[in-house]
Nanobody
């Protein structure tokens, strides 16, 4: 069992930055690949980024690559999403999720491959 709690969301002006954190409970955090997804009002939940259990492999949505960076600290049971050059269209609820085992981009970009989800944190980017 893994419980996930996101934090770090808020209101920011366009061009600004935010760093989201996702704290995980459980001693097996290091065995999970982690992902970030987001869901804007009235939209489907979409893949943002993912990171392998070791942190050695990272994957990004093509549209966000270069602005967002995912990282993890297994000693702190925490995964991060650094978001730079934010745009109004980045406004959404951001969710972190955990996927048991390993997987590449094809696996980790699919939200149905994640067994555990946080409650989400709201990010609002004003123009």
């Amino acid at each position: 069992q893994v419980q996930l709690v996101e934090s770090g969301g808020g209101l920011v002006q366009a061009g600004g930055s935010l760093r989201l954190s996702c704290a995980a409970s459980g001693r097996t955090f290091a065995s999970y690949a982690m992902g970030w997804f987001r869901q804007a009002l009235g939209q489907e939940r979409e893949f943002v980024a993912a990171i392998s259990w070791s942190g050695g492999n990272t994957y990004y949505s093509d549209s966000l690559k270069g602005r967002f960076t995912i990282s993890r600290d297994n000693a702190k049971n925490t995964v991060y999403l650094q978001m730079n050059s934010l745009k109004p269209e980045d406004t959404a609820v951001y969710y972190c999720a955990a996927a048991a085992g390993s997987g590449g981009m094809v696996v980790l970009r699919n939200r149905y491959n994640y067994g555990y989800w946080g409650q989400g944190t709201q990010v609002t980017v004003s123009s």
